[in-house]
Nanobody, 127 residues
Framework: QVQLVESGGGLVQAGGSLRLSCAASGRTFSGGVMGWFRQGPGKEREFVAAVTWRGGSTYYADSVKGRFIISRDYAKNTMYLQMNSLKPEDSAIYYC????????????????????WGQGTQVTVSS
């Protein structure tokens, strides 16, 4: 079992920044991919960004490219999402997730591939 705990959400004005963290504990995994997803009111959960645990390859949704940066600290078993130039449409609950059976490539963008999820953290961007 892998436990994931997000932190760092909050209220910020448009144009501001926030950094989310996702701490992983429990069974240590050496492979796989970790990702961030978000779900706004009345919307489906959508992919935001992902990073492969070993190689550090990254994937981003078009809507956040150039504004968000995903990273991981291998030694701390922690993943981060630096969110810059935030917009009101970025408001959502942000979830971190882990796919311990990652098959490679753009499978990292598919929420149904992930087998562990955090509880979510609220991000609200005011205009």
């Amino acid at each position: 079992q892998v436990q994931l705990v997000e932190s760092g959400g909050g209220l910020v004005q448009a144009g501001g920044s926030l950094r989310l963290s996702c701490a992983a504990s429990g069974r240590t995994f050496s492979g796989g991919v970790m990702g961030w997803f978000r779900q706004g009111p009345g919307k489906e959960r959508e992919f935001v960004a992902a990073v492969t645990w070993r190689g550090g390859s990254t994937y981003y949704a078009d809507s956040v490219k150039g504004r968000f940066i995903i990273s991981r600290d291998y030694a701390k078993n922690t993943m981060y999402l630096q969110m810059n130039s935030l917009k009101p449409e970025d408001s959502a609950i942000y979830y971190c997730a882990a796919d311990t059976n990652y098959s490679g490539g753009y499978a990292a963008t598919r929420p149904e591939r992930y087998d562990y999820w955090g509880q979510g953290t609220q991000v609200t961007v005011s205009s």
